[in-house]
């Protein structure tokens, strides 16, 4: 089985800045696109910012420029660096990762757990 865990969220004021984590452990063959996605209370669930196993990128208008996607591959880990963060941003952030396991024929989907990022002053 393949375990997505996310880590770095807190709680930061406004223009600050975080970093996120998404760490990728068990039966791992090949992890495609990585991708972080959020979400706020009473909204749906949207994508923050993907990227490939080629490290092509794409990212939501509302964060371009402000947030960097990135993923080390030796480490199976995806990060996502937010900067000058707004009230706006706050929402449960989730990990979801295409993988390729070991003895499987096909990639899955998988989501990692959520971590909260409130900003606030």
């Known amino acids: 089985q393949v375990q997505l865990v996310e880590s770095g969220g807190g709680l930061v004021q406004p223009g600050g800045s975080l970093r996120l984590s998404c760490a990728a452990s068990?039966?791992?063959?090949?992890?495609?696109?990585m991708g972080w996605y959020r979400q706020a209370p009473g909204k749906q669930r949207e994508l923050v910012a993907s990227i490939t196993s080629g490290s092509s990128t794409n990212y939501a208008e509302s964060v371009k420029g402000r947030f960097t996607i990135s993923r080390d591959n030796a480490k199976n880990t995806g990060y996502l660096q937010m900067n000058s963060l707004k009230p706006e941003d706050t929402a449960v952030y989730y990990c979801n990762a295409v993988v390729k396991a070991i003895g499987t024929l096909t990639p899955r989907n998988y989501w990692g757990q959520g971590t909260q990022v409130t900003v606030s002053s």
């Open positions: 068990g039966s791992i063959r090949s992890i495609y696109a």
